[in-house]
């Protein structure tokens, strides 16, 4: 119920224009194919090398000539640009690599297989390749790497483009770097691959867009909702990191359930209550860590909650404090002190910006609800006690006498455990099947419009993210 704790790339060239670079998704693959566009020699022609240093002086010119000012996505790929070609002397990478450029933009035509538009990854100004001058073609096949590079190794989405309380990310990856490998390998198609997700769930949700795209196609449809949903997930994949540890708890909130994973098998799973339908109470989705345990647990209101819900009762009613066992602390808060306070009995301690943490409650029944989105952000745990004796490595017995005491005391686990707060609309379960749920919050919508074309500007921003987003405040 409660919160509270006790105590893409942009790359601009003048014969070009700026050249939008962003991730995103399509419906469908596209049936021309890079071989299809030219003869393969004319792809990425050979120029003799006295135009070397002439081309690298103008790659130099055009980076340093693109517009910075539309944003930080735009001024992040413009860096990575200019970080790659300075280590290159500014001088063309592509000119004798024939076959990478060639590896490459098949890659990009099988992005649908990852739930994005090879079209948003310029698509169409790869059919003008052959016609380009060597510094424009060169710093578009650069850019058109780095782009999918990025999309697939953080997401489409980026944690800066998302939600306040859409907070997930993977562990950095630089990609300029993997441009530089690809480079000097014959495939730059499979190191691009090796930056995607591995995860059960990425697998498992791949093939289930290739199973029914082509159930689709053969019934001559259109992108059905499911399409729509598998892509989006995908692309909340792709903000995970690439190794989840071992040991770790899983809460998902559109799920409404929390699993506990011992080196990568689940061990238990048991049924959660999340943050209602109103945005600054929905829980949010982040990364943290349990480090340690509150028996009979304080708890400290926030102060929104103080001053919107329980204070204006309590002025009507003298004595609404009094029966609730809430004390008005020296500093001005508001505490409801241990032993039967809304945490119930256990809260799980881990620290986030957002105050949100798993505990206990004295309501039981409301889990039996279908609709278990009825707290202010935290996650309600059906049966904490089990949990609490599974992460501190104690038989249940002893959890229970520390809670009998009727004493607030802390206990530090033997190790921290990950845990993750996400939400997925679409997943794999424990026995390899695709599994969906209802947007409860609505966020799917949001990320389609990342992710669908039609719903990008002429700067390949999805609409709503010109509008200003208000911070959550939790």
């Given amino acids: 119920m409660t919160r509270g704790l006790p105590g893409r790339i942009r790359a601009g060239a003048a014969s070009l224009g700026a050249v ?6 399509a419906p469908a693959e596209p049936t021309v194919r890079a071989a299809d566009l030219a003869p393969a020699a004319s792809l990425v022609a050979a120029r003799p090398s006295p135009m070397a240093a002439s081309a690298g002086t103008r790659l130099d010119d055009l980076i340093a000539r693109t517009p910075k000012s539309d944003g930080a996505g735009e001024r992040r790929n413009v860096d990575l640009l200019r970080r790659f070609y300075a280590r290159h002397g500014f001088a063309p990478v592509w000119e004798t690599r024939q076959g990478q ?26 059919r ?20 999918y590079a990025d999309a697939l190794a953080r997401g489409a989405m980026p944690v800066e483009r998302r939600r306040d309380d859409e907070t997930l990310t993977p562990e950095p990856i630089d990609v300029t ?22 995860t059960p769930t990425y697998r498992l949700l791949r ?8 159930d689709t196609a053969a019934r001559g449809g259109t992108a059905p909702t499911r399409l729509r949903e598998i892509k989006v997930n995908l692309e909340r994949e792709r903000w995970l990191p690439r190794r989840l540890p071992a040991d770790r708890v899983w809460v998902n909130v559109a799920d409404g359930r929390l699993v506990l994973y011992r080196d990568g098998r689940p061990v238990f799973s ?12 929905q829980s949010p989705e982040l990364q943290a860590s349990i480090d340690g345990l509150w028996f009979n647990p304080p708890w400290n209101v926030p102060k929104d909650i103080a001053t919107e819900e329980i204070l204006p009762k309590a002025r009507r009613d003298p004595g609404y404090l009094a029966r609730h066992n809430m004390v008005m602390l020296p500093d001005g808060g508001l505490q409801q002190q241990g032993g039967n306070s809304a945490l119930g009995q256990l809260m799980f301690h881990m620290h986030n910006r957002f105050d949100v943490y798993l505990h206990d409650t004295p309501s039981k029944n ?13 996650i309600r745990v059906e049966d904490p006690r089990k949990l609490a004796a599974l992460l501190m490595q104690q038989p249940i017995e002893a959890i229970d006498q520390a809670i009998a005491t009727g004493n607030t005391t802390w206990s530090v686990l033997p190790k921290p455990v990950p845990v993750f707060v996400v939400y997925e609309t679409a997943f794999a379960d424990d ?44």
Wanted: proline share 7%; with cysteine; charged share 25%.
């Fill in 366 to 378: 409301l889990f039996s609800r279908d609709d278990r989105r009825i707290s202010h952000g935290c």
């Fill in 20 to 25: 939008a670079l962003v991730a995103a998704c």
């Fill in 101 to 126: 450029a060639n590896s490459l933009m098949d890659a990009v035509w099988r992005a649908s297989d990852h739930g994005l538009a090879p079209e948003l990854f310029h698509r169409d100004l790869l």
């Fill in 270 to 281: 048991t049924r959660v209550i999340v943050g209602q339908n109103d945005r600054r109470n």
């Fill in 128 to 147: 003008s390749l052959p016609t380009m001058p060597t510094p424009e073609r060169d710093m578009l096949l650069s850019s058109v790497f780095l782009s």
């Fill in 207 to 214: 093939q289930a867009l290739k199973d029914l795209g082509a």
């Fill in 431 to 474: 026995d390899g099947r695709v599994q969906f749920r209802a947007d409860i919050y609505g966020r799917d919508a949001e990320i389609w419009q990342h992710l669908d074309p039609q719903h990008l500007d002429p700067k390949g921003r999805a609409v709503a993210e010109r509008e200003v987003r208000e911070p959550r405040g939790r």
């Fill in 177 to 198: 770097a993997a441009l530089d490998a690809a480079l000097a390998s014959p495939d730059p198609a499979s190191a691009l691959e090796a930056l995607a997700p591995t």
